[in-house]
């Protein structure tokens, strides 16, 4: 005959221990969108850090032609080479494949910046492959694009009751980090109506954190040698860049004033052909649109205003001064 003996809850603790809750499974953190200026931000300081021993030893120091190495004695990592010739800088060492930007006679002209800030947008330009060479696909601006649109559609045009939470779940949850899934993810979701349209036109390569360390590093390294104690050919080569700095900008002041003079001209012709109009008696033509039509005229193309020569000098983000960041 089998017994069964009641335990207390003491008796049955000390036979099997004391009951544990259940886990819950933890909720998903939500990672931060950065934005392009908080990676370009990080960069910096990530470029400060890994430079903060850097040493300049200048290897070759012949006009146009320079050699400069800057690195940490104490140690290999990080180190980086400057190398110019007449139209053209490279940089290279421990900093990924490297870069060779061609654009003014000087290139140390080129790269200064009194501000020390960088133009990853412009310098990107006078690579051989272009801006496209140096950009990568980035899960933070594919966050990013698609937040912003999110909003504006809200804002502007409203969107069902729940969007905003299933677009977390079911988009900005997801592994994004590689972009044809991120893109198929984008496209496939759909909340009560509400979809992103068009987004094979979305864009979300940004610059690649190593071609921004580099252009740091340039920087940097021409900041270095400005410092250094100035030798004859060195102070020689300085005097003939400002030269042909301050040459190129009275050839371009002439040539401003000289599209000026043409302007006016045309303004004064077309004065004249409208008072001659009204004096027929005929309908007058508005002097805006006869203006815009003589304008049409075969004429010098018009400059890139990323050519100008003190472009470069901008700070992150600008075209021109004062220019939205």
Not at 131 to 160: I, T
Not at 183 to 194: I, S
Request: glycine residues 8%; negative net charge.
């Amino acid at each position: 005959m089998t017994t069964t003996e009641t335990l207390t809850a003491e008796q049955g603790a000390a036979l099997l221990g004391r009951p544990q809750p259940i886990p819950r499974a933890p909720k998903p953190s939500h990672r931060p969108i950065r934005t392009s200026r908080d990676i370009e931000a990080e960069v910096e300081e990530r470029f400060r850090k890994d430079t903060a021993g850097h040493e300049l030893r200048i290897l070759h120091d012949d006009g146009l032609y320079r050699h400069l190495l800057l690195r940490n004695l104490r140690g290999s990592e990080y180190w980086y080479e400057l190398i110019t010739w007449p139209g053209s800088l490279a940089i290279r060492g421990d900093v990924g494949d490297g870069y060779t930007f061609t654009r003014l006679t000087d290139m140390f002209e080129f790269f200064r910046s009194e501000r020390g800030g960088i133009n990853p947008h412009y310098w990107a330009e006078k690579l051989g492959g272009g801006r496209r060479s140096v950009k990568e696909y980035s899960e933070d601006l594919f966050r990013q694009r698609v937040v912003e649109q999110f909003v504006s559609d809200a804002r502007w045009e409203g969107v069902p009751p729940g969007t905003g939470k299933a677009l977390r779940t079911w988009v900005l949850d997801e592994d994004l980090s590689d972009e044809r899934q991120a893109r198929n993810v984008l496209e496939d979701f759909a909340h009560e109506g509400y979809e992103f349209s068009d987004t094979w036109e979305w864009d979300f390569h940004d610059y690649d954190p190593a071609f921004l360390w580099c252009c740091h590093a340039i920087v940097a390294g021409i900041a270095q040698y400005d410092r250094a104690p100035k030798t004859p050919t060195r102070l020689r080569t300085a005097w003939e860049s400002a030269r042909q700095g301050r040459t190129s900008l009275r050839t371009r002041a002439a040539e401003l004033e000289s599209e000026v003079r043409r302007l006016n001209t045309l303004r004064g012709d077309a004065e004249q052909l409208i008072e001659r109009e009204r004096g027929y008696g005929e309908e007058c033509v508005d002097i805006a649109d006869l203006e815009a039509a003589l304008m049409l005229s075969p004429q010098r193309q018009a400059e890139d205003p990323h050519d100008s020569p003190l472009h470069h000098d901008y700070a992150l983000g600008h075209d021109r001064p004062g220019g939205a960041v």
